[in-house]
């Protein structure tokens, strides 16, 4: 690193990257877990999963919003020494980081199936849509702003997952073409590149 400068990990990208895994733990888990009756039955289970998902979505997409917002106002201009972290670099640091919570996660969703089928299931499913979607608000945000948001890299806390947590004291922000990720953390295509 040059310098004076920072690694800097895409906000948007760090939000995003819990998805996916979390939403193949919750599809799996779900699938798995409506085989068992369980204790309320799969049709009670079911529709008790549905509730959790659409609760699930809606915590997690609407939570810290406030704070996302402060961050995103106070955003100073990222230098020319700092180092923008390449998207598959922030992805892979997340998922190492939360690996074992993640396999928490899907165990503890399979266990409850016995009891509620399908529904631990859902309810990582709907976190996964949640992420997705204050994913997809940020690059709303970014689109509206024409300029990026960044967060240094060792602000984000041990398991590389907080981009709005207590030890984030402001974002950075670049122009809207900026590294490898587009607006919303999702990967660019090659011909935004050219």
Not at 24 to 43: K, N, S, Y
Not at 82 to 94: H, K, Y
Not at 132 to 142: D, I, Q, S, T
Request: contains cysteine; charged residues 20%.
């Amino acid at each position: 690193m040059a310098r004076g400068g920072q690694g800097l990990a895409r906000v948007a990208v760090v939000v995003r990257a819990g998805a996916a895994p979390l939403w193949w733990c919750g599809v799996f888990a779900a699938g798995i877990g409506v085989l068992p009756p369980g204790v309320t039955g799969r049709r009670i289970g079911v529709m008790a999963g549905a509730a959790l998902f659409i609760v699930a979505a809606a915590v997690v997409t609407y939570t810290r919003r406030k704070r996302y917002v402060s961050l995103a106002r106070s955003a100073a201009r990222a230098g020319k020494h700092d180092v923008l972290q390449d998207r598959a670099v922030s992805v892979r640091n997340w998922r190492r980081g939360h690996r074992w919570w993640l396999l928490l996660a899907f165990v503890a969703a399979l266990g409850s199936s016995f009891a509620v089928p399908a529904a631990g299931g859902l309810l990582l499913a709907g976190a996964a849509a949640g992420l997705w979607l204050k994913a997809a608000w940020l690059g709303r945000r970014e689109r509206a702003g024409q300029a990026l948001l960044w967060v240094r890299v060792d602000w984000l806390g041990r398991r590389d997952g907080a981009p709005a947590g207590k030890r984030v004291k402001t974002y950075r922000s670049t122009g809207i073409a900026a590294g490898d990720a587009a607006p919303g953390g999702s990967r660019r295509r090659t011909d935004a590149l050219v």
